[in-house]
């Protein structure tokens, strides 16, 4: 059989311009994603660097006035900042989680009530700071869920932050549910800028925004509503957003499967509950070769009352822990020299380490880390930014049976 009949020439130039046309789409999605890239990096840049100023200047406050006030109002807003840079941090990892599916979800038996309450309490300052009037409208009836409560309710604040970001001050923002065919939806409406028809199908996208211009008045990276709409989805879930048009509000609405009724005493409890720390004074050692981390975790101990001792690499830490005899080591894990899984598998070797209790302090907080500093020999992992109601709950437990006699 001919191979290049006529008909053979007539396909395969066809096909040289099929590849030629292919390759030049492929470079010009590669050339677009590149801009994209370089956008988003000079956007990040913009919003890590936005905090930074208010911060440096609160600083300057709390140094120089002598108003007890003013220095109150300035750590207040210090605060505030560096909340704001922190949730930016914790975006950006989570939406790197979700798109590389390493995302870690802990299911159980949650009432849809405490997920709203909890996105209500996280979002509610940015409300409130905007003076917008909220409305809540759940149904009756307790609606139960197989849901991880944290993310879920991230999902939520999420939605209720940009509705209070993208309404003109004083506006009116509702999040109500109702229930048909085992699915709840849980509306969140607002009567705020509202989203151009155009927009609509990308905003879920990763780094979409509306307005991308760099003055424009609201920080953010375009990454909140692809880490909702992929935590939703992780939950077998649908989200869309509705609008009627620019300056006639946005809604958005999530579906997710109800599960059957459960007995009260199934239910998780919430996680998220803020308890007043109850002091038990603890000798610890603070292990991290970040100084300054280091220092201000040794300093908030000390304040609470605690007796604490720093090292500044694994090796240090396992020489300052033999020195010192420690109850707790908060032990950083990445670490010149030695890092804290190897410093925490050295303790452990001797008599004397055996009863401490060692807990890994580290950025990373996968099921896979945790199971590495347990392997290792930890007691507990405290993801960082440490928070101190987690921390005061580990210092309040007992020490290990025997630490005492076995170590003096
Ligand atoms: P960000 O708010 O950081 O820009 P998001 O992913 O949360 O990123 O939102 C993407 C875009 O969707 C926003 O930039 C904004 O243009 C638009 N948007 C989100 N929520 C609303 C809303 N409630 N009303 C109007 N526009 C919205």
């Known amino acids: 059989m001919p191979i290049f009949g006529p008909d053979g020439e007539v396909e395969a130039v066809a096909g040289t311009t099929r590849d030629v046309t292919d390759r030049k789409a492929a470079e010009d999605f590669l050339r677009e994603s590149d801009r994209r890239k370089d956008e988003f990096l000079a956007l990040l840049a913009h919003e890590l660097r936005n905090p930074l100023a208010p911060l440096r ?67 509610r300052p940015a409300i409130d700071a905007a003076g917008h009037h909220l409305d809540v409208a759940l149904p009756r009836e307790a609606v139960y869920l197989n849901a991880d409560l944290i993310r879920l309710a991230q999902v939520f604040s999420n939605l209720l932050t940009n509705s209070a970001k993208y309404t003109e001050r004083g506006g009116r923002i509702q999040i109500a549910a109702k ?31 509306v307005d991308r211009s760099i003055e424009r008045a609201t920080g953010g990276l375009g990454i909140g509503l692809a880490l909702v709409k992929g935590l939703v989805e992780m939950h077998g879930g649908t989200v869309e957003a509705h609008s009627p048009g620019p300056g006639r509000g946005s809604t958005f609405t ?16 919430p ?10 004074i603890r000798r610890i050692l603070v292990v991290d070769d970040n ?62 380490g055996r009863f ?6 580290t950025g990373w907080g996968q099921d896979a880390d945790r199971a590495l500093s347990k392997a290792a020999g930890c007691d507990g992992h405290l993801v960082k930014p440490v928070n101190l109601t987690e921390l005061a709950k580990i210092l309040k437990e007992p020490v290990k049976q025997g630490f005492h006699n076995a170590n003096k």
């Open 57 to 123: 200047n609160g600083l300057q406050v709390v140094r120089m006035s002598q108003d007890q006030s003013v220095r109150e109002r300035s750590q207040e807003m210090m605060e505030r900042q560096l909340g704001h840079m922190v949730r930016l941090v914790d975006d950006l990892l989570d939406i790197s989680r979700v798109s590389r599916n390493k995302m870690d979800l802990r299911m159980s038996r949650i009432v849809l009530s405490e997920v709203i309450r909890s996105a209500v309490e996280t979002a």
């Open 356 to 361: 401490l209790t060692i807990i890994a302090l």
């Open 179 to 209: 229930t048909q065919d085992g699915m709840v939806s849980i509306l969140v409406q607002d009567n705020g800028i509202g989203i151009p028809a155009n927009s609509l199908k990308t905003i879920f996208d990763m780094f979409s925004q």
């Open 254 to 269: 999530v579906r997710l499967p109800i599960m059957e009724r459960m007995p009260e005493s199934t239910l998780a409890r």
């Open 291 to 352: 100084r300054d981390g280091a220092e201000s975790l040794a300093e908030m101990l000390r304040l609470l009352g605690h007796d604490v001792e720093i090292a500044h690499d694994g090796i240090e830490g396992v020489r300052k822990a033999e020195e010192y005899r420690p109850e707790i080591v908060l032990m950083d894990v990445g670490m010149p020299r030695l890092n804290g899984l190897d410093a925490t598998r050295r303790i452990r070797e001797q008599l004397w």
């Open 271 to 280: 996680t998220a509950t803020e308890e007043r720390p109850q002091v038990v």
